[in-house]
């Protein structure tokens, strides 16, 4: 079996916003996470621009990966997250932009803060208060302060507590009681 790394996230919060948005018109998209079945990995290779092996994060019985699509358009996977659950919190392994969703030309805005906030809620789900916690590069810690309300533990540990939760989801899922 190949060794698990820790991978640190790089992924960016290029906005927060209330669903998703094309970036080139300013149109809003309402969002549907769900977990991933083995079927719809098919498509979510290396070979068509996914940068990490999500098959394998798929088969780690510990963990749990999710999609991120546009309500109405399920078939167009927008993002990708991998958590586990742990037992006080929810560490997030990895968090990755569809491969058209990355760079200057990207078609859609908000993908990487949607998934993150529904590690919160998901968080809230498990009965951990929203507490998220994920490593970082170096270079993001600030960013992900600035952008998610996540404080620096120490080392490249990021923890996302339940008040920055709760503000990352009311701006993504509006109207549910955590």
């Not at 098959?55 to 993002?79: A, C, D, M, S, W």
């Not at 993150?116 to 916690?133: D, I, K, M, P, T």
């Amino acid at each position: 079996m190949k060794k698990d790394e820790n991978n640190e996230l790089d992924f960016l919060v290029d906005k927060l916003t209330n669903s998703i948005e094309n970036v080139v018109t300013g149109d809003s998209f309402q969002t549907v996470v769900s977990l991933v079945s083995t079927s719809d990995l098919k498509a979510i290779t290396k070979k068509n621009g996914w940068l990490f092996n999500w098959k394998f994060e798929h088969k780690q019985p510990e963990r749990e990966v999710y999609n991120l699509t546009i309500v109405g358009n399920q078939n167009v996977v927008q993002g990708l997250m991998c958590v586990e659950v742990k037992q006080d919190h929810l560490y997030m392994h990895l968090v990755e932009n569809a491969p058209f969703n990355r760079g200057k030309a990207k078609m859609y805005a908000g993908v990487p803060g949607n998934l993150v906030a529904f590690a919160c809620r998901l968080s809230f789900q498990r009965g951990h208060e929203g507490n998220v916690s994920f490593l970082s590069k170096t270079d993001l810690i600030n960013h992900y302060e600035k952008t998610l309300g996540a404080f620096h533990f120490g080392g490249r540990v990021m923890i996302i507590e339940t008040k920055s939760a709760i503000k990352l989801i009311n701006r993504y899922f509006k109207n549910l009681d955590l």
